[in-house]
């Protein structure tokens, strides 16, 4: 209607749009478009259109860098969402204080992301997931406490700090609550063979498996270990989270769990993806969650500034105490930047994918 | 001046240059492919990053160190390495490379693991990186139009003649080796006084071919034509940023065009030459003959 | 001793996989002696067009397998017909051919991205329906399929190669091509048939392998493990690739076994090395030079 | 009268901007030697590549037993012109046996190829000596000889030698001579390239004279041995 | 009689079953021009590659001016003061034929690398040195004016020349040729003696020749051995070796 186009507002997406996760890439930024495109037939932020500019990071710190910088620079946006790797986010972590433009991480979950490893504030990033830490911290209390299970092994990718993150606070949750730790093994990113690894997890049989990789390597690993034999439980993190876990498993994650944030079993989430299946004819991935959660995070931060002004943005951001996006509620620790939101564990039963509930351990 | 977007562009272009560099006096030079560069790119810049966030060197001196340490590393790799042929000697560059990438992931507690190596101040800015290249420039000019130089264009054309002709190849071999890693250290530290961050991912097989691809687009045999590769692998992507998907498919098809439509790079065997762009514009007939003779 | 049984055996199986991609592999490099760092593509591209003939056309299987086979040698011959042959007709040296086929490599590999996307797709898993049970030592069906598949290739090669006028020829142009030519041979036939074998090869070893780990784009780069079962057997060697391949997957279970995971690829690397100081050529390789 | 087998009229030749060959024409019929004489850079090896299909040339034509030459080497081959070429050029990682093997590769006849093999291995003994060595180890003149062999297996109508004597023993390019001789006599047509001139004189039914890129005479072998002028001017005896 | 400037004593190279090379000895004085003859795989190339190192003996004892060279390696033996030529030539067929000679007259070029990343007048001055000398060395050869052209694209003879050339430059004092006569007419072949007469009074070498063409090895040498099957079948002067029927039987032949 009285849609003010001639100057719009400009949010940046930076995630990997070429290359072996485009997948994700691609996906937050269609998230974000459609939200966009629902925002301004709703007449917009303050009257004035949204529009998305996604450049391409491939995944790799020094060009989500460069990426980020011309969003800055050369387009003129006023906040930037993405990436989905932490590695990314932490290299643009100490661009994005200079240039003064806040950029919200989507699934980057390491804690430098937000906090250097000094402990000192990234002042303009922020970040819509969960922190490694408290994944693990979570996975840890529940595999012990709830499920009463006593040894675990880890398997982990050294080369990806989300992995190795997560598993050491699984297992140290695990252990630091009277578990034993009776296997810890490596691989890397690119192998699909882990058989070796896990002839050694079979032979010291533990109760529970912690896998913290992305679903295509659970689905494998779980298998193979399955073909050797093992029987324990595995537990995962958000990396789980899709809705193809079950097609890609075949049975072997049958009564295993993980920890995640609810999101596609809320209502508002299902409502979107049907959107979003009709916008784009594939389906929904969580980046789009978290593309769609960005952008209205940014407009909740502009509409309660009343300006576009990247600084104005930060600090409205910065003092977010309530935020419900398709992820859920959230809000966020002005101390760490990092949302404080529920989170839901998952059970795969019956060949399907079990909203089991929030878990909070402190609560009890 | 340049907003940081260009200046960014401009140090990543640099830096990479540097690296080719490097690479151009090994594979273009004495004809060894080594798909570790990388690995003594990273080498370069944990080493440099240690030095300035540990320790407080002064930036100069932590380059240094990096550039010294990979240099360090080449001599003793090289030691073992170098009388293997072709790609043997291809695949223990390509070997070492991966090795080093999971040697840092695997000592998290000095290299901070795949979690990466953060605040690391940041030097490298515009000037800087353009004096480097211009230094590292003129430094593998002299070299390679040294007697140095020419021995190693001689054991490329005849390892038998060249040994015949007084020249003590594995030696010449393992030089070139250390001076392209030397440059590759050099590199990676400017690079992690630029990011301020690095992991191990950063120097990846991805990145040593990316190397070894640009060195021959430049032509091999050619310094300038090395340089002239690396400002096309660098900045053609940059246009290309917004076509996302495409991107890389576009620079896959490049390389192999390239390679079929000028086989022997930009300038194969040849420098760039002022004058002789001259003589071939004021007189296009005969520089083509020239060129036809090749 | 249990685990040591059954890390012996996850290791041939895993190097039966290699082994079935080295064999191509090493064919074109015996060949041209250039490393062909395509042909992993070529298998994934093999593993597409079988997924796309089941899943998508609902072909039933064998026939998906022959097509898969059949279009990865058609693509192989393509990479030859289109850009190798003219890079050997311009006289550029090998490593040309080996930076073209890294190109094609980034070619397809994001051309398999944009047209499939980078997920997971799934072959219908007939043989993998389960792994036979020794006494707590677990052997996977598609591990035995793969080796027997690579004896069979290997058998059938090493004949074609040493016993056929076919490899004769093959093994003549590798030698020279410009004086097989003007001996007679049909050099530009001879090299066709010859990466027409290969990718046929690729995709086997492709649908294969996509049966044990699913495809994507990427899973080309195991032909990188190819390269290096390769070069531990000795280039250009079919019996050294593929044994090359056996004692790679075996190194590397054995190491991640029993020394560390995070270390088995310094360790194996380190052993590569080793081996190459005793014999520069690789386990098989015969390095013949002209005499001075 | 002889049919005629080879013709080459006006045929030049230019490696980029350097001409080698201007204007040759010259023919060769059934049944005869003849001999392509000239200094070093007179163009002979050039002329060669050109008939053996391996150069393109700019202009002219040659004709081989009244059709156009193929481009292609091998199928050159298939019409039954083989040629020896210079700098021996042996399949250094083939066996002796296998390079005689490709030598013969267009044959099909089993057992004209045995005899064959034992007839070259009768001419040089020492190929039969090393018979499983690799080409490549070959000394040079063992290489020269193979070189030759593996030209005589593949039976062509026209054979073309390129220098055969080149680093041969004198002992051994008196008993080529004789082969050749041999070979013609059984119905073989050959073109010689030789720098020793009085020998292929000796031999050959004519000769060309080459001189940079040119041909500057043509006569029986009797006729130009007998000329002392040219023979000095050109060939320096 | 002074000492030898190249002895071999009792040397012995096998390949597999082959005995290339079996019991052979020799002696070079300095200043003469010495032939090596014999039928082809007689063993021959397989004396010179192991006088320059590049194959090792398996028995036996080679010597240069006194020394014990049986063990150095190529580029060693260069340094010492042996140059040589290939049978199959072995040029930097890429490089400009002024490169390929300067390569060799650098292996005496006194300045190191600091001079070189640095320019220094000392890298100057060698540099110029080096170039005036290859130039000279050009000259001789009779290939001046074709310094810029690379070197595969000479013609066969002028390829052989600049091999010479090229080993001349490395200042040697005993100077391998293994066939340079092959591939040149009698014409040739006569200029090629009187080149190799110039090289070396001009530069008081010592030469150790291969050859089959015998009227350059009957107009050079000043004494030659005769081998075959790795062993030495006669020595003397080409005269004598020429009437000695051993050697007609298994070299010559009949008609020369
Ligand atoms: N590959 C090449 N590139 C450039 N020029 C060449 C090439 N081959 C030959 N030439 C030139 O062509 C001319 C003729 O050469 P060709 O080899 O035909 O001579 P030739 O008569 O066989 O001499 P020779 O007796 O030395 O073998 C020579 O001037 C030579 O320099
Ligand atoms: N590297 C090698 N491996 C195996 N055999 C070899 C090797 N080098 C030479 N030979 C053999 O040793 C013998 C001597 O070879 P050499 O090259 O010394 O002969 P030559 O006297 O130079 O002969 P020509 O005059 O033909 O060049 C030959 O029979 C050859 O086959
Ligand atoms: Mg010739
Ligand atoms: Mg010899």
């Known amino acids: 209607q009285d849609l003010d186009t001639e100057n719009p507002i400009k949010i940046g997406y930076v ?64 906040a930037v969402v993405g990436t989905n790797f932490s590695s990314c986010n932490i290299a643009i972590a100490a661009v994005a204080d200079e240039l003064e433009v806040p950029v919200i991480a989507t699934a980057a979950s390491n804690d430098q992301v937000t906090v250097d490893s000094d402990g000192n504030l990234h002042p303009y990033s922020f970040r819509l997931c969960f922190i490694d830490s ?80 992305n679903y295509e390597n659970v689905c494998l690993i779980a298998q193979q270990a399955r073909e050797l034999g093992i029987t324990s439980v595995f537990f995962g993190a958000d990396g789980w989270d899709t809705t193809e876990l079950i097609d890609l498993s075949n049975g072997a994650l049958e009564g295993c769990y993980y920890v995640s944030r609810p999101g596609f079993n809320l209502p508002d989430a299902a409502a979107y993806g049907e959107v979003y299946q009709k916008e784009y004819n594939v389906a929904l ?31 409205q951001l910065e003092a977010t105490d309530s935020f419900d996006g398709l992820l859920g509620h959230m809000s966020v620790d002005p101390e760490t930047h990092n949302p404080s939101r529920d989170a839901a564990i998952f059970e795969v039963k019956d060949n399907e994918v079990q909203y089991v509930g929030i878990y909070d351990p402190e609560s009890k | 001046m340049l907003n940081s977007f260009q200046e960014g562009v401009l140090i990543i272009c640099c830096v990479n240059m540097i690296a080719v560099l490097g690479m151009s006096v090994l594979t273009g030079f004495t004809r060894l492919f080594s798909f570790g560069n990388a690995g003594f790119m990273s080498i370069g810049a944990y080493a440099a990053a240690i030095c300035s966030v540990e320790y407080h060197m002064p930036f100069v001196v932590s380059i240094l160190i990096g550039a010294a340490a990979a240099g360090a590393v080449s001599y003793v790799l090289g030691s073992l390495t170098i009388r293997l042929r072709g790609d043997y000697f291809l695949i223990s560059c390509l070997g070492f490379g991966e090795c080093v990438r999971v040697l840092f992931n695997y000592t998290k507690n000095i290299t901070g693991g795949a979690n990466g190596y953060s605040n690391i101040p940041y030097k490298t800015t515009g000037i800087v990186a353009v004096i480097c290249t211009v230094l590292a420039f003129i430094i593998a000019w002299n070299f390679i139009h040294s007697r140095y130089g020419q021995a190693l264009s001689a054991i490329r054309e005849n390892e038998l003649a060249a040994a015949a002709n007084g020249i003590n190849v594995v030696r010449y071999k393992k030089m070139s080796f250390v001076f392209s890693a030397i440059y590759a250290g050099w590199a990676g530290g400017l690079y992690a006084h630029y ?25 091999l045999g050619s310094l300038t034509g090395s340089v002239l590769g690396t400002i096309i692998v660098q900045i053609l992507p940059e246009i290309f940023r917004s076509m996302s998907e495409y991107r890389m498919l576009f620079y896959g098809i490049a390389v192999v065009l390239m390679i079929l439509l000028r086989p022997d790079g930009l300038y194969g065997y040849r420098e760039f030459s002022l004058k002789r762009l001259i003589a071939r514009i004021t007189n296009p007939g005969k520089s083509k003959t020239a060129k036809e003779q090749k | 001793m249990k685990i040591l049984i059954q890390q012996i055996i996850t290791g041939i199986s895993i190097g039966s996989v290699y082994a079935l991609i080295a064999s191509g592999y090493a064919l074109v490099y015996s060949l041209l002696d250039f490393s062909n760092w395509a042909h992993g593509e070529v298998c994934m591209l093999g593993a597409y067009v079988c997924f796309m003939a089941t899943t998508v056309n609902n072909m039933p299987y064998w026939l998906s397998c022959v097509l898969g086979i059949g279009g990865a040698a058609v693509i192989s011959f393509l990479n030859e017909k289109i850009a190798y042959r003219k890079i050997r007709n311009n006289g550029s040296p090998n490593m040309f051919l080996m930076i073209a086929a890294m190109g094609l490599s980034t070619t397809y590999q994001n051309l398999a991205n944009v047209i499939w996307g980078s997920k997971f797709k799934q072959l219908p898993k007939i043989f993998s329906v389960g792994t036979i049970n020794f006494d707590g030592i677990y052997i996977g069906t598609t591990d035995m399929l793969c080796l027997g598949l690579s004896a069979v290739a290997l058998v059938i090669l090493l004949l074609i190669i ?50 044990k780990y699913n495809i994507y784009p990427t899973m080309g780069n195991v032909g990188l493990k190819a390269f290096i079962a390769s070069v531990i057997g000795g280039l250009g060697s079919v019996p050294g690739a593929i044994a090359g391949a056996v004692l790679l997957g075996l190194i590397e279970t054995v190491v991640s076994g029993y020394i560390s995971s995070g270390l088995r690829d310094l360790i194996s690397f380190c052993l590569l090395i080793l081996i190459l100081l005793v014999r520069p050529s690789g386990l098989f390789g015969v390095d013949v030079q002209e005499k001075a | 009268m002889a049919q005629e087998l080879l013709r080459v009229e006006h045929l030049s030749a230019a490696y980029g901007g350097i001409h080698a060959l201007h204007d040759i024409s010259l023919e060769v019929e ?90 070259v291995y009768a001419m040089f003994p020492r190929l039969k000596e090393r018979e499983n060595q690799y080409g490549g180890l070959l000394s040079g003149g063992e290489q020269q000889m193979l070189a030759i062999a593996r030209g005589l297996m593949a039976k062509p109508r026209l054979l073309m ?53 040119n041909i500057v005479t043509e006569g029986t072998g009797k006729e130009l041995l007998a000329d002392s002028t040219l023979m000095e001017a050109y060939l320096g005896q | 009689m002074s000492e030898p400037i190249l002895e071999m004593r009792g040397v012995e190279k096998r390949f597999g079953g082959v005995r290339a090379i079996d019991e052979f000895s020799l002696k070079v004085e300095p200043g003469m021009v010495y032939g090596l003859i014999g039928p082809n795989g007689a063993g021959k190339t397989t004396i010179f590659n192991t006088i320059t190192g590049i194959y090792h003996v398996d028995a036996g004892k080679i010597l240069f001016q006194g020394k014990d060279i049986t063990k150095v390696e190529p580029h060693q033996a260069a340094r010492l003061g042996i140059a040589r030529t290939f049978q199959n030539i072995r040029l930097f067929g890429n490089l400009s034929v002024k490169s390929n000679v300067e390569i060799s007259c650098n292996m005496n070029a006194g300045y190191h690398l600091g001079d070189a990343l640095l320019r220094t007048p000392r890298y100057r001055r060698v540099t110029k040195e080096t170039e005036e000398r290859a130039m000279e060395f050009l000259k001789i050869v009779g290939l001046a004016d074709k310094g810029e052209e690379r070197a595969s694209s ?32 009698a014409d040739e072949s006569l200029e090629l003696v009187e080149f190799i007469r110039e090289l070396k009074e001009r530069f008081q070498i010592t030469i150790l020749m291969i050859e089959h063409h015998m009227d350059v090895v009957t107009s050079l040498c000043d004494a030659c051995t005769v081998l075959n099957f790795g062993k030495t079948l006669a020595a003397g002067t080409v005269e004598e070796i020429k009437k000695n029927p051993e050697v007609i039987a298994a070299y010559l032949g009949g008609d020369e």
């Open chain 4, 161 to 213: 030698l390129d220098e055969p004597g080149l680093g041969l023993a004198p002992i051994i390019v008196n008993q080529i001579m004789d082969i050749l001789k041999e070979v013609n006599e059984e119905g073989t047509t050959i073109l010689l390239i030789e720098q020793n001139a009085r020998k292929a004189l000796k031999l050959c039914d004519r000769a060309y004279l080459m001189n940079v890129g």
């Open chain 1, 15 to 78: 995630g990997a749009l070429s290359g072996d996760t485009a997948l994700w890439g691609q996906a937050g930024l269609n998230g974000m478009e459609l939200t966009a495109k629902q925002i301004n037939e709703e007449g917009g932020i303050l009257g004035r259109e949204v529009q998305i500019i996604g450049l391409d990071g491939k995944g790799a710190p020094d060009d989500s860098v460069t990426a980020y910088k011309k969003l800055v620079e050369e387009e003129g946006v006023c």
């Open chain 4, 30 to 119: 059934e049944g005869e030697i003849v001999a392509v004489l000239g200094a070093n850079g007179a163009g002979k090896s050039t002329l060669l590549k050109c008939l053996s299909g391996e150069k393109k040339f700019l202009n002219g034509s040659i004709t081989f037993d009244g059709k156009p030459l193929p481009s292609k080497p091998y199928q050159v081959v298939e019409n039954g012109m083989v040629i020896v070429p210079e700098g021996r050029q042996i399949f250094y990682k083939l066996s002796v046996k296998d390079n005689l093997k490709v030598g013969c590769c267009l044959r099909n006849d089993k057992d004209g190829i045995r005899k064959d093999f034992e007839r």
């Open chain 5, 154 to 185: 000479l013609p066969y003879g002028h390829q052989r020349k600049l091999e010479i050339a090229r080993a001349m430059a490395t200042n040697p004092k005993l100077l391998l040729l293994d066939e340079p006569a092959a591939g040149m007419n």
């Open chain 1, 285 to 315: 991935e969580s980046e789009c969650l978290y593309g769609n959660d960005g952008v209205q995070w940014i407009k909740q931060a502009i509409e309660a500034a009343g300006s576009d002004d990247p600084k104005a943005i930060r600090d």
């Open chain 3, 162 to 211: 040493n016993k056929s006028k076919f490899g004769l020829h093959v093994r003549a142009v590798a030698c020279s091509s410009r004086t097989a030519g003007l001996l007679g041979v049909k050099i530009d036939r001879v090299i066709a048939v010859v990466f027409m074998l290969a990718g046929a090869l690729a995709g086997l070893a492709g649908i294969m392998y996509g049966m």
């Open chain 1, 134 to 213: 408290y994944m693990g911290y979570l996975a840890g209390t529940y595999a012990y406490d709830e499920l009463g299970l006593k040894t675990c092994a880890v398997i982990e990718d050294i080369t990806d700090s989300y992995s190795t993150s997560v598993g050491d606070y699984m297992v140290q949750t695990f252990t630091d609550l009277g578990g034993e730790l009776v296997a810890s093994e490596e691989a890397q990113n690119g192998d699909n063979d882990f058989r070796a690894q896990l002839t050694k997890i079979a032979a010291a049989q533990p109760d529970v498996v912690f896998i913290p990789w």
């Open chain 2, 195 to 219: 990011l301020r961050f690095i992991t191990p991912t950063l120097f990846n097989l991805g990145k040593s071919s990316e190397l070894v691809i640009t060195t021959v687009l430049g032509g």
